[in-house]
């Protein structure tokens, strides 16, 4: 997983989260493949620190474990670093699912751990 620096205008809260996944789906360095490219967001809300980002997950955007977990990984230490998300919630068309790709559980909400 490659991370990359980026600059959000200023704006509200739920504004910079939406920057911020906006900027997850961009291309990074040459060479690079961007897991999040082919994965629609539907929606992005926060309320009470809490962020639920809606998704469409067509089947070419579907990994193995590997991927499935960089994928997880990138999205919690993009909200993460906000200090004022406590929790996300990942929706697939509007619904909480058991697993997004069948190989990791996912926890409604994804809780920020100490």
């Known amino acids: 997983m490659v991370s990359k620096d980026i600059q959000v205008k200023s ?19 040459e060479g690079t493949v961007n897991l999040w490219k082919p994965i629609p967001i539907k929606s992005v ?17 579907r990994l193995g474990a590997p991927g499935e977990q960089m994928l997880l990984d990138s999205l919690g230490q993009t909200l993460f670093q906000f200090d004022f998300v406590q929790s996300y919630d990942l929706l697939v068309d509007g619904k909480a699912l058991e697993s997004l790709m069948g190989h990791f559980d996912l926890d409604h909400p994804t809780v920020r751990h100490s």
């Not at 809260?13 to 961009?26: G, P, V």
């Open 45 to 61: 809300t926060l309320k009470d620190n809490a962020v639920t980002i809606d998704i469409e997950l067509p089947d070419t955007a």
């Open 11 to 29: 704006g509200s809260n739920e504004d910079l989260i939406k920057q911020a996944l906006a900027a997850l789906q961009q291309d990074g360095p």
